[in-house]
């Protein structure tokens, strides 16, 4: 049950300047399945936007993965 918890930041960032906002120094990266507070239509596997580290918002996080070999 991963979707709908936080949005999850990914590796993935936006390379292309001219589509950072106005006055950032780093760029945006791309976030996915969904927060506590997104709507319906961005609780899915697919459903990805964009984030500045610097917001801070409360709905965007990472997962912690652990591989446990037998």
Do not use: K
Request: net charge negative; glycine share 10%.
């Amino acid at each position: 049950d991963t979707i709908g918890n936080v949005w999850e930041w990914s590796a993935d960032c936006i390379a292309d300047q001219n589509q950072w906002p106005t006055g950032a120094y780093y760029p945006p990266c791309i976030v996915r399945a969904g927060g506590w507070q997104s709507n319906r239509a961005d609780l899915t596997g697919d459903a990805q936007g964009t984030e500045l580290a610097a917001d801070h918002r409360t709905d965007v996080g990472f997962r912690v993965v652990r591989v446990i070999s037998d």
